[in-house]
């Protein structure tokens, strides 16, 4: 694990370590774990001074560039326990590699994929204890990129922060993982075609909180997308992608720009096609769906996401009409998924499509 890891190792000690949150009440991104990963990028050295360090805090310029113009972008993967102590990875070149595309289209430097994998495999060993075994709990893993050069000229940043933090977490909503209650946005739209919302940059979750917030005044989850120019395609839910079981067909958005390329999504979209369900990517106007759910034809629908894994979605409400699905309770095809996605992911079952690597 440490042989040839060409990083800095410091590992904390004494007050640096700290005392692990129980494992029934994480919640969602608050607790960190005792390390992290950190490496510099500027124009003159390119990436460097990459170590694993002590959890700490950033001094930053005021005139740091992530403050005013949003040059962030950031990964979402997780850490499992199988029975036997062994850990677990989840498609984690995957993220490395949908890193580098956010990257590229928010010029920012690309990484390197092996060193960063190496560096990923050894945090994550690292903290291993940290890692709940609990069912229903992980840990989370937050890559991100930050522009940290100190000015104000609109411009791709001559340095950057790569690091990689950790949290021990337990369901993303708050709902567990029961049905959540959605409701349609054609108020606020999430992302256009030609813009960002292909890619995992800070500014579209900024640029989502309103219509979330009012959701869940209204007494809802979260809010689902429509396309921005007729609001009248399905796009996201949240920050997950969506499925429809409509006629026993697994119904997704397909991915044409301004949808996120979940990494859980393909792995939903490549599990139900092994098991012989018919998946279509294909447009799917809200209209369809609502027609769908009064016909009875729609069977199921859900979210799927690093953070949310699978989200049974109990109720729609879009222009002021409520419709149930599922009778308001988890369907047969998510809790499926989400059983044999989680076998997968600790190491419990097969795993015939290679997702999984073991650390340590
Ligand atoms: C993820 O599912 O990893 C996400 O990015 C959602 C996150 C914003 C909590």
Request: proline share 5%.
């Amino acid at each position: 694990m440490w042989e040839n890891l060409e990083i800095e190792l410091e590992k904390a000690s004494g007050e640096q370590l700290k005392e692990k949150p129980a494992q029934d009440s994480l919640g969602f991104g608050v607790h960190f774990t005792d390390h992290m990963f950190l490496m510099k990028w500027n124009r003159q050295s390119g990436w460097h001074d990459a170590k694993i360090c002590p959890y700490h805090e950033f001094r930053l310029d005021p005139a740091a560039m992530v403050f005013h113009y949003g040059q962030a972008i950031f990964e979402g993967l997780k850490a499992y326990k199988g029975d036997g102590g062994q850990v677990y990875l989840f498609r984690p070149e995957d993220n490395i590699e949908r890193m580098n595309v956010s990257a590229q289209r928010m010029c920012m430097p690309r990484l390197p994929v092996a060193k960063v994998f190496k560096a990923l495999k050894a945090l994550v060993y690292l903290d291993r204890d940290w890692i709940p075994t609990i069912a229903g709990a992980t840990m989370y893993i937050r890559p991100t990129m930050i522009a940290v050069e100190p000015v104000l000229g609109v411009r791709p940043a001559g340095e950057y922060y790569f690091y990689i933090i950790m949290c021990p977490v337990g369901a993303y909503y708050p709902e567990g993982f029961g049905p959540t209650k959605i409701y349609v946005t054609d108020k606020y739209v999430r992302s256009v075609k030609g813009g960002v919302g292909h890619v995992k940059t800070a500014g579209n979750y900024a640029a989502s909180i309103m219509a979330a917030e009012e959701a869940h005044r209204a007494g809802y989850t979260q809010v689902l997308w429509l396309d921005a120019c007729e609001r009248k395609y399905v796009e996201e839910v949240g920050t997950s992608n969506i499925f429809f079981m409509i006629n026993d067909e697994l119904v997704t958005p397909p991915l044409g720009g301004s949808i996120l390329p979940g990494i859980t999504r393909d792995s939903v979209i490549r599990l139900a096609r092994e098991w012989g369900v018919n998946v279509v990517e294909r447009p799917i106007a809200i209209d369809e769906v609502i027609a769908a759910s009064i016909q009875g034809n729609l069977t199921e629908a859900f979210g799927t996401g690093t953070a949310a894994v699978i989200s049974p979605i109990g109720e729609l409400c879009y222009q002021g009409r409520k419709y149930v699905i599922s009778g308001g309770r988890t369907g047969i095809f998510a809790q499926r998924m989400f059983d044999e996605l989680q076998a997968i992911q600790s190491g419990k079952q097969e795993d015939p499509f290679k997702w999984i690597t073991r650390v340590g």
